[in-house]
Each structure stands twice: as structure tokens, then as C-alpha cells.
């Protein structure tokens, strides 16, 4: 699996406090966001020496034990950010505010596992017809199996899984699609490939049900905004 580099972060921008009046006291200054902080003070994990994924971190604080809340370019989505990955800035980008892609990466020679994962947010179009979406992502992965469901507070997701051989080497590939539970028609498309760093060894053991559970607290993660990065609602349109 190719070496990935840069990493994550999780978001939504916060502002606590003052009015930056005469009569403020210290305890009602503004919190500055991590994009204003200067790095030697924040974690030194990537995603907040990052430049680009610095500044969609929302705070310093843990969401959850090992991961940072984030938010997305266009304020579309939040999401965790695990600490251990690599935000990939160059395979990340936005097109108007419709349409985000967010990519990370995570390899440890320790536990000789490596993964790349991709989140594609979209408003309108396929996420007001899933099914199409998923169709696309079937015929893409020569995917026979019947969906699996997952739903929570934030939206439906559909997922499975395939084995793809490559080189004589096995990716376990997850894809999948979360339809928010909002009227506004946003949905999340997701391509998760986790494989063994080193083939031959003995330590090349991937443990689907344990991969399944990590990517799915992911993605239940996602929380859509329903407004538009301009603060506009996105319901009318």
C-alpha cells in the first residue's frame, strides 16, 4: 500500500465568548481556533501541523478518545478525526458548495495495517436517489452481495465490502453511502481500502468485523449541517 502523508483533523470553527468591549473580562475573550493558534502550541499529530487540515479543526479537545472534531470546507458536515491518521490535502478539495472530498491515510509497521479512506459529500443530484449511487458503486466494485443497513441520529447508511486482489496482494475494500436523515437531500459516499503493509508476513491477518466496527463509528460520525457555507439554509433549494 502506497505511503500516505498528512493528515487529519475534524472541525466545526468555534468562537466562545466576549464582546471585546471596554467592560470585557478576561473570561469572556474570544477562543482562538486552532487556525489562529500558532502550531508549536497545538497536538503534534498531523492534522493540526497541517496547514489546510489545521484549519478545518474545531478545538484541541478530544470529540472522543482518539479523535478531533473537524468540519468541512464548506460547513456541509462534521466529522471525527482519528488521531492517528493523515489528513491528504492533495486528494482532498471542494467544487462550489455542493460538493467536498476529504481523504485520509494511516499506516503503523507495528501493526503492520495500512488504510486509505475517501468521503465524498454531496447536495442534490444522487443523494435525492441513493439507489443510483449505489448501482454506481456495485458495478465499480463488482459488488454482488445485498446491502448492509446502519442507521443513527444523523442519517441511513448503506455498506458492504469486497476483496480485491492486486498484484498477487488482497485490499479489503468497504463502500458505501449515508443518506442524511434531514429534508435537505445531502448524502456521504465513502471508499475505506485497508490492507496488510508487509503481504508475506506472518502478522498479515485483517480482521474484517473489527475494520467493519472502526469505520462505521466513523462514519456514524457524520453529522450534516443542512446550511450552505455562506450560512444559507440548503431546504428550498
Not at 57 to 82: C, H, N, Q
Request: glycine share 8%.
Amino acid at each position: 500500500m502506497v505511503k500516505s502523508k498528512i493528515l487529519l483533523a475534524i472541525v466545526i470553527a468555534l468562537i466562545v465568548g466576549g464582546c471585546g468591549n471596554m467592560d470585557s473580562s478576561p473570561e469572556e475573550e474570544t477562543e482562538k481556533t486552532p487556525a489562529e493558534m500558532d502550531p508549536a502550541d497545538l497536538p503534534q499529530i498531523d492534522a493540526f501541523q497541517n496547514e489546510y487540515s489545521r484549519e478545518l479543526m474545531v478545538s484541541t479537545e478530544p470529540v472522543a478518545d482518539g479523535y478531533y472534531l473537524m468540519r468541512s470546507k464548506i460547513d456541509a458536515f462534521t466529522i471525527w478525526f482519528p488521531e492517528e491518521a493523515a489528513f491528504m490535502d492533495n486528494a482532498s478539495g471542494v467544487d462550489g458548495d455542493h460538493y467536498e472530498k476529504i481523504s485520509f491515510a494511516y499506516e503503523s509497521e507495528e501493526e503492520n495495517r495500512g488504510y486509505v479512506v475517501g468521503f465524498q459529500y454531496n447536495y442534490g443530484g444522487n443523494a435525492k436517489k441513493p439507489e443510483r449511487l449505489l448501482d454506481n458503486l456495485r458495478e465499480r466494485w463488482d459488488y454482488e452481495e445485498e446491502w448492509v443497513e446502519a442507521e443513527d441520529d444523523h442519517g441511513l447508511t448503506y455498506f458492504g465490502y469486497t476483496i480485491e486482489d492486486f498484484k498477487g496482494y488482497q485490499n479489503y475494500v468497504f463502500m458505501g453511502y449515508k443518506v442524511s436523515s434531514q429534508e435537505e437531500p445531502q448524502a456521504m459516499e465513502f471508499l475505506y481500502v485497508v490492507s496488510c503493509l508487509d503481504k508475506e508476513a506472518e502478522t498479515c491477518q485483517i480482521d474484517l468485523a473489527e475494520e467493519e466496527e472502526y469505520l462505521l463509528q466513523w462514519v456514524k460520525s457524520i453529522e450534516f449541517s443542512g446550511t450552505r457555507g455562506n450560512g444559507g439554509e440548503t431546504a428550498d433549494e
